[in-house]
């Protein structure tokens, strides 16, 4: 194995130390001529450190690989994290994938605890998802002094779960957590630097009819979102479980195009009348709609928006994800098991060749 360098800025001391000194970096690879592969774990916790990388990279004394891992980018945002442009290649990391869980992956429990590995490799996981996001609020925003109020922020976090995998209008998001638009909008960027959630566009290429505009959110692991969410007698499971569904199904293909050598990006589909395809996967080779249905049947009418955006897009594959057993065709439309789609989703390999399997 190559010998390495490994500096975890979550160990207090270090932190301390490379704080006030980051220029100990380059010492601390000169101590170890060997090394190959130089690793900062949380580098965003003192961005400094990226100025020391650069200069390190410029002189090329020897070949070293530097891997830099973070669970934020908003401090290296301000600090100039443009410097190694370049330089460096950009990664990101996901919950798991149900086709990398293999055999251990069980729909059902997914949906309960999500993907997060930290999640799954515990032995108390529902204890360990209820402080995932507390530990968030108090380790990056709090400590970090993000946000002025963190009682507000905590508020919005369950005021935007309630737009999980709809179309978000900050407006109404801001008047329930009693903050202005604005704040609102800066807190749904820090949730997004802090890849607690992300948000898909709306695909609007050669559109034929008026199509809406606003994105659609969604808490980045459905597990967080289910933890974050408030429940109470007027919540339906049935509502929740669908939000669930499509959630896990946006994180694995937010996976699958960042692990694929693909152009491909995620969008949805929604006209001004309320006609809505779930996802759109739209790149070089690949141009796939995607309707998501927690129901163990299908019928017609499930499969409706797909049929109307093939007549706009007949040059679209298109497919119906829903939670029972059988694989079907309605109307033209694949429709397939939720649980076999994901377990065949791979790096790679272009989801329509599950359609044809």
Same mark, same amino acid.
């Given at each position: 194995?190559?010998?390495?360098?490994?500096?975890?800025?979550?160990?207090?001391?270090? &932190? @301390?130390?490379?704080?006030?000194?980051p220029?100990?970096?380059?010492? $601390?690879?000169?101590?170890? /001529?060997?090394?190959?592969?130089?690793?900062?774990?949380?580098? *965003?916790?003192?961005?400094?450190?990226?100025?020391?990388?650069?200069?390190?990279?410029?002189?090329?004394?020897? /070949?070293?690989?530097?891997?830099?891992?973070g669970?934020?980018?908003?401090?290296?945002?301000?600090?100039?994290?443009?410097?190694?442009?370049?330089?460096?290649?950009?990664?990101?990391?996901?919950? !798991?994938?149900?086709?990398e869980?293999?055999? *251990?992956?069980?729909?059902?429990?997914?949906?309960?605890?999500?993907?997060?590995?930290?999640?799954?490799?515990?032995?108390? %996981?529902?204890?360990?998802?209820?402080? &995932?996001?507390?530990?968030?609020?108090?380790?990056?925003?709090?400590?970090?002094?993000?946000?002025?109020?963190?009682?507000? !922020?905590?508020?919005? $976090?369950?005021?935007?779960?309630?737009?999980?995998?709809?179309?978000?209008n900050?407006?109404?998001?801001?008047?329930?957590?009693?903050?202005?638009?604005?704040?609102?909008?800066?807190?749904?960027?820090?949730?997004?630097?802090?890849?607690?959630?992300?948000?898909? @566009?709306?695909?609007?290429?050669?559109a034929?009819?008026?199509?809406?505009?606003?994105?659609?959110?969604? &808490?980045?692991?459905?597990?967080?979102?289910?933890?974050?969410?408030?429940?109470?007698?007027?919540?339906?499971?049935?509502?929740?479980?669908?939000?669930?569904?499509?959630?896990?199904?946006?994180?694995?293909?937010?996976?699958?195009?960042?692990?694929?050598?693909?152009?491909?990006?995620?969008?949805?589909?929604?006209?001004?009348?309320?006609?809505?395809a779930? !996802?759109?996967? &739209?790149?070089?080779?690949?141009?796939?709609?995607?309707?998501? #249905?927690?129901?163990?049947?299908?019928?017609?009418k499930?499969?409706?928006?797909?049929?109307?955006? @093939? #007549?706009?897009?007949?040059?679209t594959q298109?497919?119906?994800?829903?939670?029972?057993?059988?694989?079907?065709?309605?109307?033209?439309?694949?429709?397939?098991?939720?649980?076999?789609?994901?377990?065949?989703?791979? %790096?790679?390999?272009?989801?329509?060749?599950?359609?044809?399997?």
């Open positions: 194995m190559e010998a390495g360098v490994w500096l975890d800025l979550l160990d207090p001391e270090a &932190y @301390r130390t490379y704080l006030a000194n220029e100990k970096l380059r010492q $601390l690879v000169d101590g170890a /001529p060997n090394a190959r592969r130089v690793i900062i774990d949380e580098v *965003q916790k003192v961005p400094q450190l990226l100025d020391v990388v650069h200069q390190l990279i410029e002189e090329k004394r020897r /070949p070293i690989q530097f891997i830099l891992t669970s934020s980018s908003r401090k290296l945002k301000r600090t100039g994290v443009g410097l190694l442009a370049g330089r460096v290649l950009l990664k990101t990391l996901h919950p !798991f994938m149900a086709s869980l293999g055999s *251990q992956f069980e729909l059902d429990r997914a949906l309960r605890l999500g993907m997060l590995p930290l999640v799954l490799d515990s032995e108390t %996981p529902e204890e360990t998802l209820r402080a &995932y996001v507390s530990l968030y609020l108090r380790e990056e925003v709090q400590s970090e002094g993000l946000v002025r109020n963190v009682g507000d !922020f905590s508020r919005f $976090l369950e005021a935007i779960s309630l737009s999980h995998g709809s179309q978000i900050l407006s109404n998001i801001a008047r329930e957590c009693h903050v202005g638009r604005k704040t609102a909008e800066g807190y749904l960027g820090i949730l997004e630097d802090l890849l607690l959630g992300f948000r898909i @566009r709306a695909f609007t290429k050669r034929r009819r008026q199509i809406v505009q606003h994105p659609k959110f969604y &808490y980045m692991d459905t597990g967080v979102f289910r933890s974050i969410r408030p429940k109470g007698p007027l919540d339906a499971p049935e509502m929740i479980g669908g939000a669930c569904l499509e959630g896990l199904v946006a994180q694995n293909l937010r996976a699958w195009i960042a692990y694929s050598k693909s152009d491909c990006e995620l969008y949805f589909w929604r006209t001004k009348s309320g006609v809505e779930d !996802f759109i996967l &739209y790149g070089q080779d690949t141009f796939l709609a995607i309707e998501v #249905k927690s129901a163990r049947s299908v019928c017609r499930d499969v409706r928006a797909l049929v109307t955006f @093939r #007549k706009d897009y007949p040059e298109a497919c119906l994800l829903y939670g029972g057993s059988e694989r079907l065709k309605i109307n033209g439309v694949q429709c397939l098991p939720c649980d076999e789609f994901l377990r065949n989703l791979v %790096p790679n390999v272009c989801p329509t060749e599950i359609l044809d399997a």
